[in-house]
């Protein structure tokens, strides 16, 4: 029987549900007598590299299970991606501290970390089982049916357009939120969650799955406009025109690169600056405003989808049960059963690992810029309980008196 | 006895309980016969000068509480400051319908609107009671112990720069929330709620009750980075440099302004994009992010404050009764009593009609940039039940057994 210790990490953006994953394999983990000790690295693949661990298995119950409800990443993140020569340093790492199973907590990238140590391992005949835990708040992992962390964010994303639409309401005009999302509209689109009866907002959803087109994202607008004298836009930071290049990329001056080679689209208003300018200057309209939903998106404390926590911690305990139980290395997937149950299933980790996920067709209206029922359909469940709801008065006018 | 309609409006910025304060004074006005009808002027006193009412006496009980439990304004808002001409368009609508009673739901200048229409209708001898609903996000209201509407906001605020100060643990860096409040830096403050342990953020406070300095701002950045290997900051979008035009003015290239004299702070992200430029250019920081907080911070759907909540239901009931009762026109004030309760008292329209509340002294900590423990204090029994609570990992070092 496989024993020693197991390692665990997060990487990549935190979400609002992450720790509950950690928490999950954490807790699973103590079940097993042949787990030794249980190790977490801090700052993601990085501390294994670093030998920066923290002993897991001296936390209480009760401080887990607060952590379990905190948000962000309890034992922080990377944006390092990992090549051949970083994945054999953190082999290393793992092999001298008697790792016989890692367990990472992250997204596409992630996963592709995980299948090259997996690759190392079986090169050396090193007993290690290595196990990809799935996260994004982008919903982009190929494979799954929807990525823990995203419920929540998309929770966020519509309590907070829902408030920004009534507040459109109430003091009318133009106002466009800009939601993260590089190729992925899974999050954008999840405004459309705001919505209770006609009239709502948002009354515009563009996605990266669609070419960005100005003339025509102006044109909506003034039409939304002339129809209801305001207009509520949801847009990606991932929007791009022909080319593919996005327009938030065109707009940096000087253009920020992480790791991945990725430029950075959020912690910067420029993109919503430029577009409520355009629709400004361009249609005359009058009291504009944009907002940038940012970093709140991610992990903003308190508002997290009941469901995306409980699948968060299943998907740590299912990882756990993998690595003791299974015969191979994988990525935990989510799949749906009806609407609305879930299962888990292991698949191979070159099928997420580095790929990439966007919406499908048939959750795209045919015009581009709103979602179908069959994406409300999607994503209602993942919600959870207690979602929001607005209401408006329905009382009659009263006639006018005076004469004018 | 008076007999005769009751008119009543919401004015200025939305919050995520005005209409609990619509519904408080709806639901305690249909216990009065004297009372004919309800009517709801759309838009603010802008509905009142164009007959544009809406009766609220048809409403049933179960939708006002659905709309109670709605954020932003459901009769509609407006931003014009009436002058004197305007106000006797107001008060001839109200006459011409045969209104004896006029309640206005709103912060500093709906109450100055109120004191000219209460000072029309006693010139001209007509039987009109008018009474001031207090609400705004900014608590700048004076003799209130705190404004309907601050309450929630600043839990928003906290909650969201709980979660973004979790995030920046996750992944180290600079990151600055921007926050609403032109004069009055009390929903700025709020930030310092989400701090459970030392080590937590915000980690530097600037409000607009103190002169901005740049150098000294940048100078505090680089000594939290340099004790914490990050930093999170919150920021009023008010702050200012000597002469007191605040830094977003002076960045506005083409100021916009509303009917109030005021320049739109909200909806860009200009201000938190300068700092942080500055931040990278002048102290050579890596991964230096803001968000600004905009329209969110107003109107989020979900996360208002039960204390909030039954207050702004309370003034709106207390309101009516003086409506009734009282033989005077004035503004429904909170007072504190201990740690926590509070009361309600109708003062003087000209007290709270557009004057303006700053931060005293003694919630700002000498060196200018942070709060004190009075000032939280004071904010924590507004805030509610179930504040989230950050936890994070206790865990003791693991040994390093690699020798490089």
Redesign the interface.
Known sequence: MRSGKLVIA?GG??T?VINQSLVGAVLEARLFPQIERI??AR?GVRGIVD?????????SRA?LE??A???????????DKPDLAYCRNIF??LK??GASWFLYIGGNDSADTVRIVSEEAARESYDLRSIHIPKTIDNDLMENDHAPGFPSAARFVA??V???D??N???PGV?VAVVMGRHSGFLTAASAA?RTVEGDGPHLIYLPERTFDKAKFLSEIQTVHDRLGRCVVALSEGIHDTDGTPLSIKLAKTAETDAHGNVQL?????L??LL?GEIKSKLGLKR?????????Q??????ASDVDRREAREVGEFAVKQAIWGAVDGSVTIRRIGNYAIDYALVELAKVGGKTKVMPDEFIAPWGSDVTPAFLEYLRPLLGR?????????????A???KR
Do not use: W
């Open positions: 997060q953006g935190p609002a190790y977490g700052y030998e920066d661990f923290v002993d897991l298995s001296v936390e401080n607060a952590v409800a905190t948000s962000s990443s309890a034992l922080g993140s990377t944006r290393a790492s001298a501290h309590q907070a829902m408030g920004a009534l507040d309401r109430s003091l106002y705001a959020s912690g910067t208003g420029a919503g600056d409520c504009v405003r944009g907002d940038t939903f940012g970093y709140l991610r992990s903003f404390a308190g508002c207690d979602v929001p709801q607005s209401a408006h008065l329905r009382g009659g006018d009263i006018k008196v005076l």
